[in-house]
């Protein structure tokens, strides 16, 4: 599937608009063999209909992933054909897609891509409301099967202090989707301004107005403030494609530990990553802060190296799987952490 399809008298149009907004880094074709490789995405409310994109995915995600960041040079250089999925780990990328993404809204109301699909959509959002109802009721979360927990009396009692960030929110339609589960404090960030545009104008007409969203960069963040519930869909996945992935991932870490509040969650659903490596990446994390205790240190480094900041808590166990190479795996994980 492409990543922008329009029928052939629209096409030239929007080229040109992603031209001008897009200042051309990265061409349409360019764009399109990348996300085809990299992701599970479909139209909003369409259905997932191609599994062998889906293991050309796993395929060139393997090969994007376990590329050294030495091979590249800076942030300026172009990829070439090989490392075409690095490509979505550069804001141009992005903006590019964004600024098609809103001419299709503003010409035809499309929604734009819903990343993994819209059932991985609604497990994400159902799956995480029934984890903060659980936490919300002092029971530590059940380790049952997902769509099998009981529904529960006057929900929205309980979700209405979850606050919640969703980071790298692109057209927001999860922070929808975490509304109408009966979320009420909603925050949306994307470093690409063309992604909260587009997040605003379908929040602003599909009746979400209260949603916020704010263009920031997760990496560097302006924020100052805490969320209880902080949601990553893809986003560590993109950022992880960068060619300085590794350093960028420590980033992102270090970054999500000061978002999350104290006894909060961070809800992470990616393609690139298998529950067992998000997992060894806050063992990773974790250990990074036990080391900088070992170090001479001040007083207050001393208090921030106490921190460890997160340990597993959950995972999504509905998604369907498959066989590979021995090992049994699903296309898409959602792993819960809970800061300490
Ligand atoms: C795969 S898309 C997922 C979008 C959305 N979460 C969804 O599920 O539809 C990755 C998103 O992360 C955003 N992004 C990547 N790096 C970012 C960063 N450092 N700060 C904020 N947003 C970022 C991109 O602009 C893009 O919207």
Redesign the pocket.
């Known amino acids: 599937m492409a990543g922008i399809r329009l029928p052939p008298e629209e096409s030239e149009v929007s080229q040109q608009q992603q031209s001008r907004a897009a200042g051309d880094l990265v061409s349409d074709d360019e764009r399109s063999v990348a996300a085809d490789s990299w ?1 599970i ?1 479909s139209d909003y409310g369409s259905t997932l209909d191609d599994d062998q994109r889906h293991a050309d995915a796993a395929e060139a995600l393997s090969s994007a992933n376990f590329r050294a960041s030495s091979d590249y040079n800076s942030d300026k250089e172009e990829p070439d054909a090989e490392g075409v999925s690095s490509m ?2 550069h ?1 141009s990328y ?2 590019s ?2 600024a098609d993404e809103l001419a299709n809204f503003r010409e035809h109301g499309h929604a734009g ?4 699909g819209a059932d991985v ?1 609604d497990v994400v959002a159902s799956w995480t409301k029934s984890l903060c109802i659980d936490i919300s009721q002092g029971h530590f979360p059940n380790h049952v099967d997902d769509n099998k927990s009981e529904p529960v009396e006057d929900s929205n009692k309980y979700l209405s202090h979850w606050t919640v960030l ?9 922070l929808q989707e975490l509304a109408k589960q009966g979320f009420s404090d909603l925050t949306g ?4 301004e063309g ?1 909260i545009n587009l997040a605003q104008n379908l929040a602003n007409r599909d009746g979400f107005s209260n949603i916020k969203f704010l263009v ?5 963040t302006k924020l100052e403030r805490q969320f209880q519930l902080v ?5 560590l ?3 992880g494609l960068h060619p300085d992935g590794p350093l ?1 991932r420590i980033m ?1 870490w270090n970054s999500v530990s000061k978002l999350v509040a104290p006894g909060g969650l961070l809800v992470i ?1 990616s393609c690139n990553n298998t529950k067992d490596e998000l997992m060894q990446e806050v063992l990773n994390l974790n250990q990074r802060r036990i080391d900088v205790h070992q170090e001479p240190v001040t007083s207050k480094d001393h208090e921030e190296s106490r921190d460890l900041p997160f340990r597993y808590l959950n995972h999504v166990r509905t998604y369907p799987t498959f066989m590979f190479g021995g090992a049994e795996g699903s296309r898409v994980a959602t792993v819960a952490f809970i800061r300490n």
């Open positions: 992701s995405k979505l780990g804001q992005w903006d897609a964004y891509e819903v990343w993994f959509m969703d980071i790298g929110t692109g057209n927001g339609l999860l960030v994307d470093y690409s992604a920031d960069d997760v990496l560097e949601m990553d869909k893809g986003t996945d993109a950022i960028k992102y659903t």
